[in-house]
């Protein structure tokens, strides 16, 4: 069977970007490679910077065809951005009150393609922790942690807290992220990946992601790390709802460590 599509548009951001890819992933299983092109949509689009560090890890998938940045989305391509926003909470068993409340994104976007294909039959093929994205791999670590200041529930303190014991206990942490990175350098070893990438061969490398819901936080579930995380209010659409996925938000410094400690001690 040939793939419903062979082009998709994506109007950002990273994250989103990440969690689309899942859709495309699904629909190269029925044959096929597809493009994944980039450009702007959003209404706080995405900067050139941003598509730029992700194309080498879209590129990287063995579904993708090509990938590269476009002014606007091309004829007969899939529209992504478009179906971001759709409203059909009847759709969802997950919907309780509000829009989206517990629906996530990756499964919106992957009913909103298929049902607009025509195709319901495949929804039921939906898995929630299964892995789409892959990356070079290297030498095995403990903890890869990626908490941006501006997305983080609890205070910077208690984080470097977490980091600092965590090293103290003879676990090896790398922080990664952006410009910020270095805000944490009191605390843990500090890295600024060149691109997404290198940011998802560090986060395949972990036993586990540690951190706030953020792009790299999508990739790690892309890749099926595991993930502690704190959900910020303003993350709609991301709540972890897989077997290898849990929201800390509300659970004390220590208890976070203990659960981390066990994890790392009980890891295969």
Known sequence: MQPTRSSFYSGGHIGDAIYQLYTVYSDCLLGGRADFLVGPGQETNWSEKEMDALLPLINYQYYIRDSHKVESCPPGSFNFHTKANDRNPEAFYEHTTGWPGDVRLKKRYFEAYFRDMGMGWILNSFKRSQPWLTAPRGEKFDVVAHIPTHKMCREKE???????????????????????????????????????????????????????????????????????????????????????????????????????????????
């Not at 208690?158 to 350098?185: A, N, P």
């Open 158 to 268: 208690e984080w470097s807290y977490i980091l600092k014991q965590l090293s103290l206990e003879g676990h090896e942490v790398v922080v990664i992220g952006g410009d910020d990175v270095s805000d944490w350098e009191d605390s843990a070893e500090c890295y600024k990946p060149r691109d997404m990438l290198e940011a998802a061969s560090l986060i395949g490398d972990a036993k586990m992601f540690i951190g706030t819901a953020s792009c790299n936080y999508v990739i790690a579930e892309g890749i099926g790390t595991l993930r502690f995380v704190d959900i910020h209010p303003d993350a709609v659409g991301t709540k972890p709802s897989e077997d290898n996925g849990w929201d800390i938000s509300d659970w004390p410094a220590d208890v976070v460590l203990k659960r981390l400690n066990e994890c790392l001690r009980n890891y295969e």
